[in-house]
C-alpha cells in the first residue's frame, strides 16, 4: 500500500535536490504552494497528471516517486537522451538502424550494420555534415560571447513588423501539445527559444543543424541559461535533406526560416519532414512568399533581385517566387493533407532607384507567413496537463 507520508517525504527531498522552492516547483506544475505542501506533508497525493510531469522534471520513473527505487530508475533518467536515440535514429547513408556502440574509455557512438558511424562530440551526435557550397555558416560567430550576442541582440526589424509570429506559433503549439519536436535548420534557436520556456508538458525538443560548431554552443545556452525542466534537448549536427531520423518518430517539425535557409536544399528538407512526422502530425513554420506574381510591386522587387545576382543563383530565386496560394499547392503535391496560413506582415515597397538594397537576408522584402501543414493519419495522443 502506497505511503502518503513516504511519497511525501520522496516528493520534498527530489525537489530540494532540485534546487525548488514549493513557491517555485508550485509554479512548474501550475499548481497551487498550498498544493505541494500537502504532498510533501502526506495530506495528499498528486493526481497522475502531475506525477507525470514530475518525472519528468525530477528525471525518476513514477514508480519511484511512488515506492521509492534502488537507484535504476535514477539512472535511466540521466541516460533518457540514450534512450530516446535508440528509439529513433537512422543511418542517412543507407536507412538503416542506427544503435549505440561503446568504444571504452573514447565514449560511444552510433553505428548501422552497414559499419556507417557516428561519434558524439561535444554532446552532439556529429553526422560530418558540410556547408552548402558557397556559404560560411559555421564560421558566422569567432567565439561563444560572439554567439550568446545572438540571442541579446533585437533582431532586423524587417522582420518584426506585422503580427507576433511567436504568438500565432505557440497557439498552435500549446493546442497539439507535442511529445517530440523537431527544429529544422534550427541554428542558434531563435525561434523554438521563443517557446521552449512556455511549454508545460513533458517534450523532447531535437535541434537539427548542419553546423556542429553552433550546435555545440546551442546545448551549452540551452543547458544553463535557457533550461526549461519539463524539456529534454537533443542536438543532431545532420544535412536537414537527409535526417538521420525514422520515419514517423516526431509529432511536430518547427521551423523558424529554417526550410528557406537551406536553399537549394529546401525542397528536400520539406518532404524529409513529411517522412519523419507521425500521422496527424505537423509542420509549424514561417514562410515568405511575394504577394502575387502579377503584383506591380512583387514585380519590380523580383527584378531588381534577378538583376544583382549571378546567373546560377538567379535560376534558385526564380523557383522560390511563389505566393501563398502557390506554396500550398506544393505543400499538398508533397503529401500534407490540411495546410493553413497566416500573414504576418506584407511587402516591404520597392525602392525607387533600380538597385537591390540588400546583400544579405535577401528575402526580407518578402511577405512573411506562418504555415501549419499536417500530415494524414491518426492524430498523436495530446499530452495533457493539471
Known amino acids: ?19 525548488l522552492s514549493q513557491a517555485a516547483f508550485s509554479e512548474l506544475l501550475n499548481v497551487s504552494p498550498q498544493a505541494v505542501s500537502k504532498w510533501e506533508t502526506g495530506l495528499s497525493l498528486p493526481d497522475i497528471e502531475t506525477l507525470l510531469n514530475m518525472s519528468w522534471i525530477f528525471k525518476v520513473s513514477i514508480n519511484s516517486i511512488l515506492e521509492g527505487g534502488d537507484g535504476i530508475e535514477e539512472a535511466m533518467g540521466s541516460d533518457r ?30 553505428q548501422c550494420g552497414n559499419g556507417h558511424e557516428y ?11 558540410r556547408e552548402i557550397p558557397g556559404e560560411q555558416w559555421s564560421l558566422t560567430f569567432r567565439n561563444y560571447d560572439e554567439y550568446l550576442h545572438e540571442h541579446h541582440w533585437a533582431g532586423n526589424p524587417n522582420y518584426n513588423r506585422g503580427l507576433d509570429a511567436a504568438e500565432i506559433i505557440w497557439e498552435e503549439m500549446e493546442k497539439r501539445r507535442p511529445r517530440v519536436i523537431l527544429d529544422m535548420a534550427c541554428g542558434t534557436g531563435q525561434g523554438i527559444k521563443q517557446q521552449i520556456k512556455r511549454i508545460r508538458w513533458p517534450a523532447t525538443v531535437i535541434m537539427a543543424d ?28 545532420c544535412d536537414g535533406s537527409r535526417l538521420p531520423v525514422l520515419p514517423e518518430s516526431v509529432d511536430m517539425v518547427f521551423s523558424n526560416a529554417g526550410y528557406e535557409s537551406m536553399q537549394a536544399k529546401m525542397m528536400g528538407g520539406f518532404r524529409e519532414a513529411y517522412r ?26 523580383m527584378e531588381l533581385l ?12 526564380g523557383e522560390q517566387f511563389v505566393d501563398a496560394a502557390q506554396w500550398t499547392e506544393k505543400c499538398r503535391k508533397t503529401g500534407f493533407s490540411e495546410n493553413t496560413f497566416t500573414k504576418i506582415y506584407g511587402e516591404l515597397p520597392a ?33 495533457t496537463s493539471p
Open 119 to 129: 561519434r558524439f562530440v561535444d554532446g552532439v551526435l556529429d553526422f560530418q555534415t
Open 81 to 110: 537522451e540514450i534512450i530516446f536515440l535508440d528509439r529513433i535514429l537512422s543511418c542517412p547513408d543507407c536507412r538503416g538502424r542506427l544503435r549505440k556502440k561503446n568504444n571504452g574509455g573514447s565514449g560511444f557512438s552510433y
Open 276 to 301: 519523419v512526422i507521425k500521422g496527424g502530425g505537423c509542420t509549424v513554420y514561417t514562410k515568405s512568399a511575394i504577394e502575387g506574381q502579377e503584383n506591380p510591386n512583387s514585380r519590380k522587387w
Open 210 to 237: 548542419i553546423s556542429h560548431r553552433i550546435l555545440k554552443w546551442n546545448r551549452l545556452y540551452y543547458s544553463t541559461e535557457w533550461k526549461n525542466p519539463f524539456v529534454d534537448m537533443i542536438y543532431l549536427a
Open 1 to 19: 500500500m502506497i505511503s502518503k507520508t513516504e511519497v511525501g517525504a520522496r516528493i520534498s527531498s527530489l525537489r530540494r535536490k532540485a534546487a
Open 351 to 383: 525602392p525607387d532607384q533600380g538597385i537591390f538594397p540588400f546583400e544579405n537576408e535577401m528575402a526580407q522584402w518578402m511577405a512573411g507567413y506562418v504555415f501549419v501543414s499536417e500530415k494524414p493519419g491518426s492524430a498523436p495522443v495530446r499530452c
Open 306 to 317: 534577378l538583376s544583382s545576382v549571378e546567373q546560377e543563383e538567379a535560376k534558385w530565386w
